[in-house]
């Protein structure tokens, strides 16, 4: 299957290390677009289609779960799955963010084939 | 818990994260503890604050021929195309990360704000009260510590 995600996150050194993981761990990525905060991913993915968007959580304008709640409350953009990829691994914070419709919570720092595992069971879920 | 108990804690998560976070994300080999940095190498520090289920400061400095490496490494570049203040970037991600992990282990049902980590003058001083850790890398070293004050 032929991927297109975005990495939503405000490190643009993060983001390019996550596109990278992704693009070696052999999935078939087509289209990687980067937002550095949830304002500038909406401002985006309503304009153009992704599979799967990784978003951080600690992120200035519009952090990860205002990002997430904004996508709940979008018709078109309701279904897209979201998996959170964040530093902060609470389980307080993690309930959160599933609770908030998130498909997947990877922690920072984590293991390739982590965030491979992730991406293919929220896709999984979507896709059927 | 007792002082003495939360600093042999904090000294053993401090020791998990730095291995954990260089190893998986940077690519880059933790050889063992040190009792000081190596003498000598230029270094690059940087801190951030954190609040919440406990307040304080966590601080790391690199040997910067390590921080180097260890941003090329990151970044998938070579460290010739690497600027410095890409490199810096790397440093304060790697700082984000460590402090992270070892606060979500610290408390797992916690709940933790950290400041974005700022780069700090090369040999500032690390917090007074802090927790302090050094490693040898496969190249240079880096030294930790963390000044965590438990909520009252
Ligand atoms: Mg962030």
Redesign the pocket.
């Known amino acids: 299957m032929s991927l297109r995600i975005m990495i939503v ?3 643009p050194a993060m983001r390019s290390f996550i596109g990278r993981i992704i693009q070696l761990s052999g999935l078939d990525v087509v289209s990687c677009v980067h937002a550095s905060n949830g304002m500038e991913a909406l401002t985006l993915l309503r304009k153009q289609r992704v599979d799967i968007v990784l978003s ?1 959580i ?2 200035p304008i519009m952090d990860g779960e205002q990002l997430l709640r904004e996508l709940a409350n979008d018709a078109e953009l309701t279904s897209v799955p979201v998996v959170v990829v964040s530093t902060d691994s609470t389980d307080s914070r993690r309930t959160r963010m599933l609770e908030l419709g998130a498909k997947g919570y990877v922690r920072k720092p984590f293991a390739p084939e982590t965030l491979r595992y992730e991406l293919e069971m929220a896709l999984g879920e979507t896709h059927g | 818990m007792d002082n003495v108990a939360v600093c042999v804690e904090l000294e053993a998560m401090l020791e998990a994260a730095t291995s954990y976070t260089l190893e998986t994300m940077c690519f880059f080999g933790v050889m063992g503890p040190l009792e000081e940095m190596p003498a000598g190498e230029e270094r690059i520090s940087a801190r951030l604050t954190f609040r919440g289920d406990a307040n304080g400061v966590f601080h790391t400095m690199l040997d910067l021929s390590a921080a180097w490496a260890i941003a090329a490494n990151f970044l998938g570049e070579e460290v010739a195309d690497v600027s410095r203040s890409r490199m810096e970037a790397v440093v304060c991600e790697l700082a984000n990360m460590i402090c992270g992990s070892v606060l979500s282990n610290y408390k797992k049902d916690g709940h933790f704000e950290l400041s974005s980590p700022e780069i700090t003058g090369a040999e500032e001083a690390q917090p007074d009260q802090a927790v302090r850790r050094v490693f040898e890398l496969e190249m240079g070293g880096i030294a930790l510590a963390m000044d965590l004050r438990p909520k009252p």
């Open positions: 996150d405000d490190s951080d600690n992120m």
